[in-house]
């Protein structure tokens, strides 16, 4: 269990990453050219018509296939494994093409619902791009089965590398489509979409799977996922519904306040994406094999909390000290004006410590559907919702944007601490004291970093001023960063931390092997 998370995630994380830091400069690019404007938020609302529809379906497809196909694959039976995998990804394909049709006919309504305080220019925009990116999400959602289906038979770096394609096109259309505006970063868009299942289609085929369209909706394996994705669904639904929420009350708070909090979510999101996103793709599979030993899932449900939480604590303590001098780093060039750099940092601030929310979320949920319990993750998606809602609305008018991204980030935590009630009440003790000495030790750590990343990059201001070069605005980040980092590990020792000896073991190991190997070629 320790090989498998420690070594397979070490490299799934390095590759998603790269990806990430990919999709980071997507959007400097995007910034870059077209500020914080209304062509922007033309875009982003557009992005997030297929999540309405499409995104929130693929997802569910993806979570409650790997259950049903690893209980398959126990069968040892290949023609029926066949039979399950040719008939999903048809039933997929047939369902998604109409509710992508629905969803075309239906764009303007939809564009007037998410974004109602926009002018009417920006609706038209919206429109046309929204219209462009829904016929493509047919093969987001035949990425993420793709996806899963690897991740099941234990190949974990192809789907790490599906936003590779999907980054690259957008970068490559505002790179050297910018002339014809808006509308080819669009279309990029489009393409990069394709591009992630593309990417994956050399692994199914080395993997063994041969496609051959079948279509039966009462094949057994294809009702089990039925009996378990309506309420993944409506999970999915109420998890994209406090973006939409946001958008809504963002559009509102003047021009360029959309993707003001868009690009901060973007940010955000990064670390989440890198190494929550990575660490769940291998839990996930491992937990679903393990959901009939009880100790074997308690153990590594609370290995995966503590890993992911020693990981985000000082990535989160980074992100808040450092809030302006990262989004002037990444975003502060071009058309993305000092003001715009002010509206985003504002909204920064309140989203980043809703990514520890967001990282228990996502592995506790993940240990509910191994256990083949999609309800419970769905009435924790509705109570957050609501959680939000009123706590947006409040902190909205009394913050503005601050308000609005601090009630988002409040509502992930306090939903995350709901479900680690629950998950304890349905398999009993899940080492909670464990977990919760891990955590003490890792805040202590964390605060002690932030004090030494906040007076080392007010000594660097303060000694050197403020300069527009870039290797200047990467030294304001990079030093206080390394520096907080070091004196993070150093406390973990100082705390006893077991990870950071489990770290120590693990490269004594290595350095033995490395020695031994040496040997036996010098003989």
Not at 36 to 55: L, M, N, Q, R, W
Not at 155 to 170: C, D, G, K, Q
Not at 259 to 287: E, G, K, N, T
Not at 456 to 477: L, M, P, R
């Amino acid at each position: 269990m320790k090989k498998s998370i420690f070594s397979q995630a070490i490299i799934v994380i390095l590759i998603s990453m790269f990806g990430k830091l990919l999709g980071l400069l997507r959007e400097t690019a995007l910034a870059a050219y077209f500020g914080a404007s209304g062509d922007s938020d033309a875009f982003k609302i557009s992005y997030s018509i297929p999540e309405v529809f499409i995104y929130i379906i693929s997802i569910a497809i993806a979570q409650t296939f790997i259950p049903v196909y690893s209980d398959i694959l126990t069968e040892n039976d290949n023609n029926k494994t066949k039979v399950f995998l040719n008939n999903v990804f048809t039933s997929v394909t047939f369902a998604v093409a109409i509710l992508l049709t629905i969803a075309y006919i239906l764009s303007p309504t939809l564009v007037s619902m998410i974004a109602p305080g926009f002018e009417q220019i920006t609706t038209n925009k919206t429109i046309v791009l929204a219209r462009i990116l829904i016929p493509a999400s047919l093969f987001f959602v035949l990425s993420d089965l793709a996806a899963a289906y690897l991740q099941t038979n234990k190949r974990y770096i192809t789907p790490s590398l599906v936003w590779y394609p999907h980054n690259l096109a957008i970068i490559l259309s505002i790179l050297f489509f910018n002339s014809y505006g808006i509308y080819a970063v669009g279309l990029g868009a489009a393409i990069g979409i394709f591009g992630m299942f593309l990417i994956q289609v050399p692994s199914l085929v080395l993997q063994g799977f041969v496609y051959k369209p079948y279509l039966n909706f009462k094949e057994e394996g294809i009702i089990a996922i039925k009996n378990l994705i309506i309420p993944v669904i409506i999970s999915g639904s109420f998890n994209q519904l406090y973006l939409i929420i946001n958008r809504i009350l963002a559009s509102g708070l003047g021009k360029g306040s959309v993707s003001a909090i868009d690009y901060a979510a973007r940010v955000s999101y990064l670390v989440y994406s890198i190494f929550v996103i990575s660490l769940s793709q291998i839990v996930y599979p491992l937990l679903a094999k393990s959901n009939d030993n009880l100790p074997d899932f308690t153990y590594k449900l609370g290995k995966s909390i503590r890993i992911i939480s020693i990981l985000v604590f000082p990535i989160v303590t980074m992100m808040f000290v450092l809030k302006e001098e990262i989004i002037v780093l990444v975003y502060q060039r071009g058309a993305f004006t000092l003001e715009n750099t002010n509206k985003t940092a504002i909204a920064f601030a309140g989203l980043t410590f809703g990514v520890i929310g967001m990282a228990y979320r996502e592995i506790l949920n993940k240990a509910f559907y191994a256990l083949k319990d999609t309800k419970t993750p769905m009435l924790n998606s509705i109570q957050a919702v609501f959680i939000n809602i009123l706590l947006n609305i409040i902190l909205t008018k009394l913050f503005g944007l601050f308000g609005l991204a601090l009630g988002s980030s409040s509502a992930f935590i306090l939903s995350s601490c709901l479900l680690f009630v629950k998950i304890n009440k349905k398999i009993g003790d899940i080492r909670f004291k464990w977990i919760s000495e891990g955590l003490i030790k890792y805040s202590i750590s964390s605060i002690i970093m932030g004090f030494i990343m906040y007076f080392a990059c007010q000594y660097i201001i303060g000694a050197f001023g403020f300069s527009e070069n870039f290797i200047y605005k990467s030294i304001i980040v990079l030093i206080p960063a390394f520096l907080g980092f070091a004196v993070y590990s150093l406390m973990l020792f100082v705390t006893k931390a077991e990870e950071a000896f489990d770290v120590i073991t693990r490269m004594k190991k290595m350095w033995l092997v490395l020695g031994n190997t040496r040997a036996l070629s010098k003989n």
